[in-house]
């Protein structure tokens, strides 16, 4: 899987496995039972969802690759504002695996600029987890993914964010997904925006089965991405892109989300984000 850096966006995530670790947040992992690779349709049992604002994890899932010295972990979230008048803005999102003994990974976590009144985000995020200790080989095998979802302010005032449309997997030798996303922003903010892709904007694309069921994931900054526009995206015009992510399975569908911002070092929200002007 392709991975472009991603500028200060995750702001925890050291990547190990903690031993015997089942606090609050991952009460009940004890009792998992499903084997890995584990995709959860909805809110079903293999993911518990804690989430203190008007955003929450409609649906999600995870797939595992075990290697000698890692663990692999790729997962997707759908998130939905359950507010149809209210934007959410600076959502922060955490992610722990759990594994039937109650071993869980160290918080992955990552901020968002926002997401729009009444609109869905597709998240997308990796990590992976020491299976190698001193002791020898941990098996380690995830059965949970808690999920928890922190909105720093609530607006009223309307949050546009690029959409991302016309996507599809092309090629069978070397697939690859494209698909068109926009510049929405107007007057200078949009004129640098659409030069700079402000600063460090993201692409997230998450896969799902014919069942519905998540696949895989990808993540790409927005700089990084072969587009057919190559000096920039003037206010209120749209690129072609194409990400060279082969589909994790046959039949497979994507979609996809923007950020168009990263936040700060240290976890604060960009005060020149042109979405937040």
């Not at 039937?100 to 987890?129: E, I, K, N, R, W």
């Not at 895989?216 to 015009?237: R, V």
Request: hydrophobic share 40%; proline share 5%; aromatic share 8%.
């Amino acid at each position: 899987m392709a991975e472009a850096p991603r500028k200060g966006r995750k702001f925890q995530g050291v990547r190990l496995v903690l031993a015997s670790v089942c606090a609050a947040m991952v009460a009940g992992c004890a009792g998992a039972t499903t084997s890995s690779p584990q995709s959860t349709p909805g809110a079903a049992s293999g993911m518990i969802v804690s989430a203190s604002g008007i955003v929450t994890a409609a649906q999600g899932g995870f797939v595992t690759k075990a290697t000698t010295f890692l663990t692999d972990i790729d997962y997707g979230l759908v998130l939905r504002n359950q507010s149809s008048r209210l934007a959410a803005v600076g959502v922060s999102v955490t992610v722990i695996f759990a594994d039937a003994q109650g071993h869980a990974s160290v918080p992955d976590a990552t901020l968002l600029t926002g997401v729009a009144a009444g609109g869905t985000f597709y998240f997308a995020g990796t990590t992976s987890t020491l299976s190698l200790t001193s002791q020898g080989r941990f098996n380690w095998t995830p059965t949970r993914m808690m999920v928890t979802i922190a909105v720093q302010r609530t607006s009223s005032t309307e949050l546009v964010l690029p959409s991302v449309t016309n996507l599809s997997i092309t090629g069978s030798l070397l697939p690859k997904l494209s698909g068109t996303f926009n510049n929405p922003y107007t007057g200078q903010a949009g004129r640098d925006w659409g030069e700079f892709f402000g600063d460090g904007g993201s692409l997230y694309v998450v896969f799902f089965d014919a069942g519905g069921k998540f696949v895989g994931e990808d993540e790409a900054d927005l700089g990084s991405l072969d587009t057919t526009s190559a000096n920039g995206i003037p206010p209120g015009s749209s690129t072609q892109f194409t990400l060279a992510t082969p589909p994790p399975s046959a039949g497979s569908t994507a979609r996809a989300s923007i950020d168009p911002c990263s936040p700060e070092l240290g976890g604060t929200l960009s005060t020149s984000c042109t979405a937040l002007q």
